[in-house]
């Protein structure tokens, strides 16, 4: 599976708030459901990214199909230099059903964002500890030369 990362400047190019509004403008469309769900979610967004989570860990955005996304924050000089990436995306990885994000938080902060987004379908909050990983590979049996039987498919 291919990822591809873009850098959002933060604070002090934009406030926090600007900064979540700025993902959402990147990764969805206005009047899509997930735009809806993320605008509903940025208090905890703008949160996650005043407390520079997401400069240390990205969020990561799983569409249905297609590259995984990771964004990361830039912060304090960082948000003012030569790293930033806010390239749009080839394609709106939230416009077809199924898709996930993941947002990073710190230790402190993570019971009050999990609570905040505990009936958001789609999207959760990791410890920005842990690894992002990729997803795991769907189990496959090769039974002749040119026939795989995808099981994950086969069990659905």
Do not use: C
């Not at 959760?124 to 496959?140: C, F, I, L």
């Amino acid at each position: 599976m291919s990822v591809v990362a873009r850098r959002l400047a933060s604070v002090p190019a934009r406030s926090a708030g600007q900064t979540w509004h700025a993902f959402v403008e990147l990764v969805s469309k206005p009047g899509t459901a997930a735009w809806t769900t993320l605008e509903s979610i940025a208090g905890v967004g703008s949160m996650l990214i005043a407390e520079e989570y997401t400069g240390a860990g990205p969020i990561v955005v799983m569409p249905a199909s297609g590259s995984r996304v990771h964004v990361y924050t830039l912060h304090n000089d960082d948000a003012l230099g030569d790293d930033i990436d806010e390239t749009k995306l080839a394609s709106g990885p939230l416009l077809e059903l199924g898709w996930s994000i993941s947002l990073p938080s710190g230790a402190d902060d993570l019971a009050l964002a999990q609570a905040a987004v505990a009936k958001v379908t789609g999207v959760t909050v990791r410890d920005m500890a842990t690894d992002v990983g990729e997803p795991e590979a769907p189990q496959r049996l090769t039974v002749a030369r040119d026939v795989t039987i995808n099981l994950d498919e086969l069990s659905r």
